[in-house]
Each structure stands twice: as structure tokens, then as C-alpha cells.
């Protein structure tokens, strides 16, 4: 594993010169998300990010994949049983397929796969956020784009260090094509990145 000083990058300047800055994340959906896109999400929770995209965007294909087993702390729609039914009852008008499992094992199952819109908000760690990443670029079509949840150091919420921004920056600084396209703030600090390959 790569120890912690020598992960740290910060992203070359070049890499941000047409970076559009969004005040939230679902102002940002129409600007970086392709039109009608072949959508991934990697952590899908309650399936509300994607039903921004639906709105938004009208994917032609949805692929959510998530480990449907956490219970819905906050508003109690599901249990950690009914959870992957809870978004499959959600989008039964949609083209959705559910992916079940832990993105370290089932994602790379998807490999030869081509997506215009990957969204990445499974874990937070540095070998989560690396893995995803790093699968997510090799399944990404020419234009698309990958948007990066929780890019930030800490959560307020969850009151637990994220290892989200070093994990990008690593792969901007060993991916020399990959550019920012859009950054937006989010609220308690909560940002997303988004990058593409030019
Ligand atoms: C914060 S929620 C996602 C929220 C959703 N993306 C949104 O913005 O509306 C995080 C989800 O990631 C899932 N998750 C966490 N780690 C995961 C992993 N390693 N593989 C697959 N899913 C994971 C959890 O089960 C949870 O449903």
C-alpha cells in the first residue's frame, strides 16, 4: 500500500483550466452529464442522486450497483433486506439493472461494459475510492464523464476521515489525459469532481 505522505498530490493547474465551479450537485447534472447517458452508480443508497439523472437526463441504460444490505437510517424506507426491492420497485419504469455486491469484488464483472456517466459514492477509504476509480476509467466511454461523491477530508456526518481526495488526485497525477471538468462545493463541505479523459 502507498503510505500516506507519498499518495498526497495536488492537481496540476493544466488539469483546471476549464473547470466549472457548481454551488450543488444537481445544478452540476445538466453541465457535466452526458444526454441520455449509459449511467453507472457505484453506492446507491436510496436511489435519490439517480433520480436526479432519470429526471434530468433519461439514461438510456442504469446500472446500480450497491451492496443492498444498509438498512435507511434516516427516513426508515428499507431495511438492509428490503433495500436492493426499495430502488427496483423505485425504478421499475426505467431500463434499471440492480448490481448486488461489494464494488472490490463485483465491479470488475462489468468490465466490458461502456458507460457515458459513472458516479462514484460506494466507500471512502483510499483502496475503495482507487479501486472504483481505476475500473470505472477502464469502462468509461470516449466524451464520458466520472463524477467523484464526498470529494472531501472528513465527514461531518459520519464524524470520520475520507480518504476520497487523495485517491483522486493520485489517479489525476498517474492519468496525464485526465482533465477536471467541474468541481461543486457542496453543502457542510460534501463536494463532488467530476473528470474526464481528453
Ligand atoms: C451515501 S450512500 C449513496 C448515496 C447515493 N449515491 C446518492 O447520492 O443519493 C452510500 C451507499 O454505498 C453503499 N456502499 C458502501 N460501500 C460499498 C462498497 N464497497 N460496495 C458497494 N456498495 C457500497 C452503501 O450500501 C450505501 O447504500
Do not use: C
Amino acid at each position: 500500500m502507498t503510505n500516506s505522505i507519498d499518495r498526497f498530490k495536488h492537481i496540476d493547474n493544466h488539469k483546471l483550466k476549464d473547470t466549472k465551479v457548481f454551488g450543488d450537485r444537481f445544478y452540476a447534472i445538466e453541465y457535466v452529464v452526458p444526454n441520455n447517458p449509459r449511467y453507472l452508480e457505484v453506492g446507491v443508497g436510496d436511489g435519490h442522486y439517480s433520480e436526479h439523472i432519470v429526471q434530468y437526463k433519461s439514461p438510456k441504460v442504469m446500472h446500480l450497483l450497491d451492496r443492498y444490505d444498509s438498512p435507511d437510517y434516516i427516513y426508515g424506507k428499507y431495511t438492509k433486506d428490503t433495500h436492493e426491492d426499495f430502488i427496483k420497485e423505485k425504478f421499475k419504469d426505467q431500463n434499471v439493472t440492480t448490481i448486488k455486491g461489494d464494488s472490490k469484488q463485483v465491479l470488475e464483472s462489468l468490465i466490458n461494459n461502456q458507460y457515458d456517466y459513472i458516479y462514484l459514492d460506494a466507500g471512502h477509504d483510499f483502496d475503495s475510492v482507487s479501486n472504483d476509480l481505476n475500473l470505472a476509467a477502464k469502462m468509461l466511454a470516449p466524451n464520458g464523464v466520472i463524477g467523484i461523491n464526498d470529494y472531501t477530508y472528513f465527514s461531518p456526518i459520519d464524524k470520520e476521515e475520507y480518504e476520497v481526495v487523495e485517491a483522486v488526485n493520485l489517479f489525476l497525477f498517474n492519468n496525464p489525459g485526465w482533465i477536471v471538468v467541474g468541481y461543486q462545493l457542496g453543502h457542510r463541505g460534501y463536494a463532488d469532481i467530476y473528470i474526464k479523459l481528453v
